[in-house]
């Protein structure tokens, strides 16, 4: 579910996923949509690169990148 956020195309839609995981999950895991929350300011910036910068930035398989 969380991949589903971090890959989504803009900030707004990954802003979407974001509360539509936490109304799924808030119950069981509310630390882990509370820290999106809290750090979205930082996270959303990332929306800003390139498909392939982004590629880049959240791999750590040095073949995918």
Known sequence: DLKNIYKSITA???SIK???FA???DNKYPT???LWRNNWGNI???F???DEMMK???TTNA???
Do not use: G, W
């Open 56 to 58: 880049v930035i959240y």
């Open 12 to 14: 707004e839609e990954a």
């Open 44 to 46: 959303a910036t990332l």
């Open 18 to 20: 974001q509360i539509r």
């Open 23 to 25: 109304d799924k999950c």
């Open 32 to 34: 882990i949509s509370r």
């Open 48 to 50: 800003a690169y390139s």
């Open 63 to 65: 073949i995918e990148s």
